[in-house]
């Protein structure tokens, strides 16, 4: 219900928008500590917003929204954002709107009335897949992300975001390839007349490519290239810090964590990050070592670091070099934690190309 928009609410508002009711709660919430917090010893001031996958997105759409303006001073991204792939572009508001319309008449709600007459579990059983997605509601976010950002119309805050390397085994495009056609077949809807530039970004002439090109694909659609856009975009339409990381690292998790695949597939999957980032190996059931323990203190130290100023290095901590600089680098959590150069340009600018075609067309 956080995202479901309609016409009749979008007339009711007063500002003319519905849907992302969401992050108006966030928003909400946001002035709430903005009013509240001296009162709990708290500074204004120095409030700092994260969030992981969806939670990701919404940062990434309150470093562009107006009405989030003032209320944070630093940003952390963790593996996702409100930014276009090749294979996702978000609706606007009116696309929104009709999409609510039909959701109402499927549920035989003939008025906003009917619709609020309905049981909340009537509403939520019928809703598609895992809900309703966030809009261009010309509210709280005026136009696109992306072009707020290239409008550097963004609220300017010191940003820390990456993603990790495995991505892809959470959003594999072919789970069980049975030739390398099923995997140029792909590329060809994808990419269309790019296809031919897209395989020398994904391999796909042996099996062992395939299954490669597949995950890293499909990482890169639902997750890694909106996050690249986004730091990209911090760099162009501010002045602020940029911090950029991947997370390598492979957790041991117990064989049957993911079903019937395998553990030691997963590698640095979806989401492995958050245990070590909070310093809460003990969350799961997972086979930690000396290593793990130590990582966990490393990212933590750096977490916090960041959240009380803006920065993630301190002392004894490895400098972590801010992205702004003439070469892009990344920090890069692992069994021996290191800085590098970025090494996936080409790929993701391929990737934004694509996109810019997308829209143009």
């Known amino acids: 219900m956080g995202f479901l928009s309609h016409p009749e609410l979008t ?33 204004p001031a120095m409030v700092t917003i994260g969030g992981e ?17 003032g209320l944070f001073c630093a940003a952390i991204g963790e593996s996702g954002a409100m930014f276009p792939s090749p294979t996702r572009s978000f609706l606007t508001r009116e696309a929104a709107e009709a999409v609510g319309a039909e959701f109402a ?63 892809g085994f959470n959003c594999n495009l072919l789970e069980a390839p049975s030739s390398e056609g099923d995997f140029d077949e792909i590329l060809e809807t994808v990419f269309g007349h ?21 995950r890293l694909l499909g990482g890169d659609l639902v997750i890694v290239h909106a996050t690249w856009a986004w730091i990209e975009a911090q760099k162009s339409a501010g002045a602020s810090p940029n911090f950029r990381f991947r997370f390598d690292r492979a957790p ?29 190996l003990s969350a799961f059931p997972w086979l930690i070592g000396e290593t793990d323990v130590r990582l966990a203190d490393l990212a933590s130290s750096y977490w916090v670091n960041f959240i009380k ?43 934004s190309f694509v996109v810019r075609q997308s829209i143009s067309s």
């Open 309 to 351: 100023t803006g920065d993630p290095n301190g002392e004894a901590l490895p400098n972590w070099p801010n992205n702004r600089g003439p070469h892009s680098s990344q920090f890069v959590f692992d069994a021996t934690p290191h800085t590098e150069l970025e090494n996936d340009r080409a790929r993701h600018e391929f990737l």
């Open 53 to 69: 996958l969806a939670g990701s997105m919404a940062v990434s759409a309150l470093m562009a929204s107006p009405l989030a303006k």
């Open 11 to 43: 007339r009711e508002s007063g500002v003319g928008a519905s849907g992302n009711y969401g992050w108006l709660d966030l928003i909400a919430a946001l002035r709430w500590v903005a009013r509240n917090i001296a009162q709990f010893c708290g500074d």
């Open 105 to 167: 008449r499927k549920l035989g709600a003939s008025s906003l009335e009917a619709l609020r007459a309905l049981p909340a579990k009537a509403i939520l059983d019928a809703a598609p897949g895992i809900g309703f997605f966030p809009s261009i509601d010309g509210h709280v976010i005026p136009q696109s992300v992306d072009h707020i950002f290239a409008a550097r119309e963004i609220n300017d805050v010191p940003l820390m975001a990456g993603w990790n390397k495995d991505e």
């Open 252 to 280: 041991l998790t117990p064989q049957g964590w993911f079903g019937e695949r395998s553990s030691a597939d997963a590698g640095a999957f979806h989401a492995g990050e958050l245990l070590y980032v909070f310093d809460n």
């Open 194 to 214: 790019a296809a031919a530039e897209a395989r020398t970004h994904y391999p796909c002439a042996t099996a062992d490519e395939v299954r490669a090109s597949a």
